[in-house]
């Protein structure tokens, strides 16, 4: 059976980073895709770039009902739905008690309710029809661990979970549910800036910092095909790459080691604190 040909999926977070190269790989493979992103000028730029079988629409994760009108009309109009990436995110980083509560809450409203309302839209259409797959975008971050990226690293914990529990839920019901939890991918995210209207004393260098965590970024192309290679496998928690599920087993096993670790990297960052 083909996992990938003539099937539709609906990516979100799709104009950049992550999202993009799933689109763009996917549509390589022969799915119909529907990229979405809040900014439609950059999702409607990678529809362009997968050719023929990709649509573009805005969509804001942060509203329910944008997304469940999106994920209803697109899986009607296709006959069907395959596959949901729930993959738009945002990071915010800094010390704890210098982050704002606004801050907080708009991480969690993009990172967990934008992934919470994509689930509540797809499933049940997939309950229905009797097949399909949603893989939720975590991180390395949820996982384990993330000192000064912990608003990310608290919303990641909760995509985490909501995945692997609704794994079990939906496995008698022929829905399939992964998580992607990479390590630092080569994406914008990695340069990006805390929101500009909320005011944040200080914030690391987040390609510095991570880098220093994990080793130098991984190339998004290899990410997105590692991807959904570990979905056809329908692989339960995606961790990449190699040496991200070697961290994660060494975390695992000697958390110890791993904490005096995540002191060293801290410590280093701060150094840098001006």
């Not at 999702?43 to 944008?66: K, P, W, Y």
């Not at 991918?185 to 991570?210: G, Q, V």
């Not at 000697?254 to 995540?262: D, R």
Request: with cysteine; aromatic share 4%; proline share 5%.
């Amino acid at each position: 059976m083909n996992t990938w040909t003539n099937k539709v999926a609906i990516v979100t977070g799709g104009g950049s980073g992550i999202g993009r190269a799933l689109s763009l790989a996917m549509s390589r493979r022969g799915v119909y895709v529907l990229v979405t992103d809040v900014d439609l000028a950059s999702a409607q730029v990678v529809a362009a770039e997968c050719g023929n079988r990709a649509t573009a629409a805005m969509l804001d994760v942060r509203e329910a009902t944008g997304v469940r009108v999106c994920i209803e009309q697109y899986a009607s109009q296709q006959g069907r739905l395959d596959f949901l990436f729930n993959n738009a995110g945002i990071a915010v980083a800094g010390e704890v008690d210098e982050i704002p509560l606004a801050a907080w809450q708009r991480v969690i409203d993009v990172n967990v309710h934008g992934v919470l309302h994509g689930v509540l839209a797809a499933y049940p259409i997939m309950r229905k029809q009797g097949h399909g797959h949603i893989v939720n975008t975590a991180s390395l971050a949820g996982l384990g661990p993330a000192p000064l990226l912990t608003p990310y690293a608290l919303s990641k914990h909760a995509v985490v979970g909501l995945s692997t529990s609704l794994r079990i839920e939906a496995a008698s019901r022929g829905v399939q549910i992964s998580v992607l939890c990479p390590s630092a991918i080569e994406t914008p995210i990695l340069d990006s800036e805390n929101p500009k209207d909320i005011p944040i004393a200080w914030a690391p260098d987040i390609r510095r910092f991570l880098t220093a965590l994990a080793g130098p970024p991984y190339p998004v192309e290899k990410c997105a095909e590692e991807t959904l290679d570990a979905v056809e496998r329908n692989v339960a928690v995606i961790v990449l790459p190699g040496r991200a599920r070697l961290a994660w087993r060494v975390g695992r096993l000697f958390p110890a080691l791993a904490e005096k670790i995540s002191l060293g990297a801290v410590a280093r960052e701060r150094s840098q604190r001006t």
